[in-house]
């Protein structure tokens, strides 16, 4: 019986309930080994990847949360103190009439009060957990450093929280003033405010054997020079007390160098936990997570099912799926293949991993319905990924069988809706392509928008000719990069980045095929494909598309070889 | 000896030289002041030109400020360091902002409020809009410099949208801003084949979404009124950014609302692209005309 409520709420993580989050979480042992860590950590992933999700459910008013409701043990050996970046503080700019040092210096100011806000947010829940003589040298310390009286409150980091708040309101107010700007009031920095506090809460003996995590949520987001300034926070190699786990999207493009002009290493001063990890398989590690994810929401609100049976696949689909498998096999035992041979037996069952859903989607009338597209392995292959992507969906079914279904014990979600939903999101990520780059994309104009709308045309039509014709991979869904060039780089990097930024591509590494280091996967958003009726599971493997046929792509040339063995088709599915 | 000067940005619409030709006749400039943008300076060349010829013929002293339109706080320094040489202490001021970028409007506007300069804002719509796009290549929304409100980092986010025709923008507001709460004004009327009321629709399928009906045109106290009641509204105290992306007189309400709640920040998406065609003609009959100090 559904609890009211869609269990596939995918609101940004700051805005979720606590209680939901913490219901919701799906501990990543892996993941969540770095993060409780005392090294620095720089954690990478795109919109909508869990990054925030992360770094909150290890925050300590979580943590707290989590020893009521779940007994955790707290304080814990590692607590992490939240300290989002996406917010108007930070996105300041008078700091821009000021010169270059104090530019600097403000934008310095602004993070640290950040930082120290964040800090008395976070403990000022947990204030009755310290002793009354730790509270009295926090009062003390805070005081000290903030300049606030400390008679009448409740407790220090109420002291802490107003002194901040009062200071902010205060250096705003004096920004605002006349048509200049003068840093004409006293200044923080990590070292001057952050650092003692930092110091001070460590010495209570509450947290005397805890570490302490700054958790900085879309570093992307700090302008230029607190970017810098944590840079050089990040090369402070004494973790003794805290350490950083710093989230952003797109650290490819992140600028690495630290405020006095030196460049932070990885390995040295921080490492890299990639969440831009591809999804082939559900034994991937993608796959368990999202399975996970859903299996847990789907209990939260009463429905104790497998994902599979409340997303079921289509039956009809199922059945000439087999028989497309069957006859694939019959090909490899015609090929020469033996059944009975061991070594044999392999083969044929490659093959028919390789040709079967392959001979389903070539050998479909072109007048013919598009495929029935659903299924819990099918919404993870169209979530290309990302978790986000794949609650989208799965919140809209949920929302359309609740207004279709006037009976309160919802089992599953049948096909007809699922296959409908995922038509009219891809139909609507199409849409999105055709009309709206320019004005949502930023950094988009009409060139970068026809150039990227060429591409995805052209990708569309090679994967549906690579699905009816490839001899060997016809279900590949990825592609590399051969024979780049300076001039090719300078044309296709920028629009891969806007494509990228749209979600419409993501960009993961990989080991090379020839062995040599790691190379640049590109893998086009899988929500794309339903529309193009393409085989959204694809297959291992990546097309290796020249540069050069790439740059072509963006002008409107085909992707397809002239000398394919068969032509193509493009009305098929249309 | 009070000068009396127009003030208006340069554009390439119809609408734009109408206005102003209005506005000398009506507001009778000693002086009129040309703010204009380096990178559509040759768009506006032709008209900017046109305009001298005219204010020549009328004993009016024409001056005229290029600027760059691409950074905010370039524009924001040098329109004030213009602003210094060309706005007397004793004038008494003409802002026609028909055709200027919402932050041009919201600095000079605040350097006006600073010397509590008599101040005047003059608007003209157009007679309509052509099938085209009006602006594209949107760039990161941005914090109007000393406009940007009292922000507190513990504090959820909210946004105050007045939305009017250009509402694919809330879309980029909302991923930008991450906010815990979007309230958005939504135009009325049926005007210019209104399409906000879809899209708002779809927003409001989001958590955290409200909307009131709202006429970007009315530049009557009652909309800054009814703006702070729509706030007052919100369960819990928020970091406010407001944004105009409709019709141009709700940027002067905002800038209101930002006097009498200064803790409100103003937002602005600049476009580096804006349509060539982006009016046609001009509607006198609707001339919006309000006194600001």
């Known amino acids: 019986m559904h609890n009211g409520g869609n269990p596939f709420e995918y609101d940004a993580a700051p805005n979720l309930k606590p209680d939901l ?421 930023e950094g988009c104009g009409k060139t970068e928008a026809d150039k990227l709308r060429n591409l995805f045309m052209r990708l569309a039509e090679y994967f549906r000719h690579r699905l009816k014709h490839h001899k060997s991979e016809p279900r590949i869904l990825t592609f590399i990069i051969s024979q780049r060039t300076p001039e090719t780089d300078s044309e296709l990097d920028p629009i891969l980045r806007l494509a990228h930024k749209a979600q419409l591509l993501y960009i993961r590494s990989g080991r090379s095929k020839d062995g040599g280091g790691k190379e640049d996967y590109f893998t086009p958003n899988r929500m794309l494909w339903p529309e193009y009726g393409l085989d959204v599971h694809g297959q291992h493997g990546r097309a290796s598309l020249k540069a050069v046929d790439l740059v072509g792509a963006l002008h409107g040339n085909s992707l397809i070889k002239e000398n394919s063995a068969e032509p193509d088709h493009p009305d098929l599915f249309l | 000896m009070n000068t009396r000067i127009l003030v208006a940005p340069a554009g390439w619409e119809d609408r734009y030289l109408d206005g102003v030709k209005h506005d000398i006749g009506e507001f009778e400039p000693n002086r009129i002041v040309i703010p204009y943008s380096q990178q559509y300076r040759t768009r506006t060349e032709s008209i900017r030109e046109e305009l001298h010829e005219f204010a020549r013929s009328q004993g009016v002293e024409y001056r005229e400020h290029q600027h760059n339109y691409g950074d905010s706080a370039k524009l924001y320094l040098s329109l004030y360091e213009a602003y210094c040489k060309d706005i007397e202490k004793t004038s008494t001021v003409r802002f026609n902002a028909t055709t200027s970028p919402r932050d041009l409007i919201w600095y000079y506007l605040y350097f006006l409020s600073i010397d509590t300069i008599p101040t005047e804002f003059s608007y003209f719509r157009p007679a309509s809009y052509p099938d085209t796009y009006l602006s594209r290549d949107a760039r990161s929304p941005v914090l109007v410099i000393k406009r940007s409100g009292i922000a507190y980092p513990d504090r959820p986010t909210c946004i105050l949208a007045l939305a009017g025709y250009d509402s694919e923008r809330l879309w980029q507001l909302e991923r930008s801003f991450e906010p815990k709460t979007m309230i958005i004004g939504v135009q009325t009327g049926e005007q210019l084949d209104n399409k906000t009321r879809k899209i708002s629709r779809e927003l409001l399928q989001n958590k955290g979404v409200h909307d009131f009906d709202f006429d970007g045109y009315d530049v009557s106290l009652r909309a800054v009124d009814k703006l702070i009641d729509e706030l007052s509204k919100l369960q819990e105290p928020h970091n406010i950014i407001a944004t105009s992306l409709g019709p141009k007189p709700s940027a002067l309400t905002l800038f209101r609302l930002t006097q009498r709640m200064p803790e409100v920040g103003l937002t602005y998406i600049p476009s580096a692209d804006y349509s060539a065609r982006y009016s046609e003609g001009i509607d006198f009959a609707s001339h919006t005309l309000s006194k600001l100090f």
């Open chain 1, 21 to 441: 989050l913490v219901d919701w979480f799906i501990e990543d042992h892996n993941f969540s080994r770095f993060i409780r860590s005392n090294r620095n950590v720089l954690i990478n992933g795109e919109r909508g990847s869990g990054k925030s999700m992360a770094l909150i459910y290890n925050s300590v008013r979580y943590q707290k949360l989590r020893e009521q409701k779940k007994g955790e043990r707290f304080p814990p050996d590692y607590a992490g103190i939240y300290v989002p970046c996406n917010t108007p503080l930070i996105h300041k700019q008078e700091y821009k009439l000021l010169g270059e040092v104090e530019q600097a210096i403000l934008s310095e100011h602004y993070l640290a009060y950040s930082i120290g806000s964040a800090i008395a947010k976070e403990f000022q829940n947990i204030s009755e957990d310290f002793t009354d003589e730790d509270n009295k040298q926090l009062i003390d310390e805070f005081s000290y450093l903030t300049g606030a009286c400390a008679s009448g409150e409740k407790g220090p980091f109420k002291l802490l929280q107003r002194a901040i708040r009062e200071k902010i309101l205060k250096d705003q107010q004096v920004l605002a003033r006349g048509a200049t700007v003068e840093l004409s009031f006293d200044t923080a920095s990590f070292y001057t405010l952050i650092f003692p506090i930092l110091e001070a809460l460590k010495n209570t003996s509450l947290l005397q054997n805890t570490h302490l995590s700054l958790l900085i949520d879309d570093a992307h987001d700090l302008n230029m020079h607190q970017r810098k300034i944590l840079n050089s926070w990040l090369g402070y190699r004494d973790h003794s007390i805290f350490s950083f786990k710093v989230a952003i999207a797109g650290l490819r493009n992140y600028d690495m160098r630290t405020a006095s002009g030196g460049t932070i290493l990885e390995g040295h001063d921080y490492i890299t936990v990639d969440l831009e990890q591809s999804y082939q398989n559900k034994e991937s590690e993608f796959g368990k997570f999202a399975r996970e994810v859903v299996e847990r929401r789907l209990q939260n609100v009463g429905l104790p099912c497998k994902p599979e049976e409340f997303f079921p696949e289509s039956e009809p689909f199922n059945r000439a799926l087999a028989e497309c498998n069957q006859r694939a096999r019959e090909e490899a035992i015609a090929m020469g293949y033996d059944p009975n041979d061991p070594n044999d037996a392999k083969a044929i069952r490659d093959y028919v991993y390789k040709y079967g859903r392959a001979i389903y989607f070539r050998e479909r009338s072109p007048k013919a319905n598009r495929p029935i597209y659903a299924g819990f392995d099918t919404l993870v292959h169209l979530s290309t990924g990302v978790i986000r992507n794949l609650l989208d969906p799965c919140f809209r079914m949920y929302d359309e069988l609740c207004s279709e279904s006037s009976d309160t014990m919802l089992y599953s979600v049948p096909c007809e809706i699922q296959s409908r939903i995922i038509q009219k999101r891809s139909e609507r990520l199409w849409e999105f392509i055709r009309n709206n780059l320019e004005t949502q994309v």
